[in-house]
T-cell receptor, first 115, second 113 residues
Framework: SAVISQKPSRDICQRGTSLTIQCQVDSQVTMMFWYRQQPGQSLTLIATANQGSEATYESGFVIDKFPISRPNLTFSTLTVSNMSPEDSSIYLC????????????FGPGTRLTVL | AQSVTQPDIHITVSEGASLELRCNYSYGATPYLFWYVQSPGQGLQLLLKYFSGDTLVQGIKGFEAEFKRSQSSFNLRKPSVHWSDAAEYFCAVGARGNNDMRFGAGTRLTVKP
């Protein structure tokens, strides 16, 4: 298993600014993912964070808006750039360990409100 | 690509009553199946998972789920609901051979005293 922490847990931001969310895993993991959960909605995969290379983005998400870093096997960041109220969501980090048969472990999420 | 349908958006049950949350999936082969629970303001916690073998799987907090290939279903059950079970429940399907996971829309469970 893996224990995942995220910082910040919540934030209120102004339109046009950017916020970087950090995700820390307590052990080395093979893959890390970033999801968005809009109010009252299910989870939508934003991208897969690849260690040592550019993230792989899902349809509808672009690097300029959601730049992602993964400098090592336990840490990743997601930046929400040039924010608008439509970006108000919960952002969740998850990780996949090598032995977990596609079982993803989730962080507690970052609740973002954009005014 | 795989997909998941949770037909019930909101379910209300009385405390002590039994519970069944429905999940139907679409996938061309045998999938990996998961149920997650999300309490208000929290992240997702894994309740149980199915990869292969026994089609009735036991999870945490007294939950169980049954994989029925003929019905493409993976319904979650609990014989007696507790007030603390009030939360959002998500069914998810993963594909063998890749790391893609798709989530259902979720079912919100309300527990009446």
């Amino acid at each position: 298993s893996a224990v995942i922490s995220q910082k910040p847990s919540r934030d209120i931001c102004q339109r046009g600014t950017s916020l970087t969310i950090q995700c820390q895993v307590d052990s080395q993991v093979t893959m890390m993912f970033w999801y968005r959960q809009q109010p009252g909605q299910s989870l939508t995969l934003i991208a897969t964070a690849n260690q040592g290379s550019e993230a792989t983005y899902e349809s509808g998400f672009v690097i300029d808006k959601f730049p992602i870093s993964r400098p090592n096997l336990t840490f990743s960041t997601l930046t929400v750039s040039n924010m608008s109220p439509e970006d108000s969501s919960i952002y969740l980090c998850s990780a996949l360990t090598g032995s977990s048969y596609n079982e993803q472990f989730f962080g507690p999420g970052t609740r973002l409100t954009v005014l | 690509a795989q997909s998941v349908t949770q037909p019930d958006i909101h379910i209300t049950v009385s405390e002590g009553a039994s519970l069944e949350l429905r999940c139907n999936y679409s996938y061309g082969a045998t999938p990996y199946l998961f149920w997650y629970v999300q309490s208000p303001g929290q992240g997702l916690q894994l309740l149980l998972k199915y990869f292969s073998g026994d089609t009735l799987v036991q999870g945490i907090k007294g939950f169980e789920a049954e994989f029925k290939r003929s019905q493409s279903s993976f319904n979650l059950r609990k014989p007696s609901v507790h007030w603390s079970d009030a939360a959002e429940y998500f069914c998810a399907v993963g594909a063998r051979g890749n790391n893609d996971m798709r989530f259902g829309a979720g079912t919100r469970l309300t527990v009446k005293p």
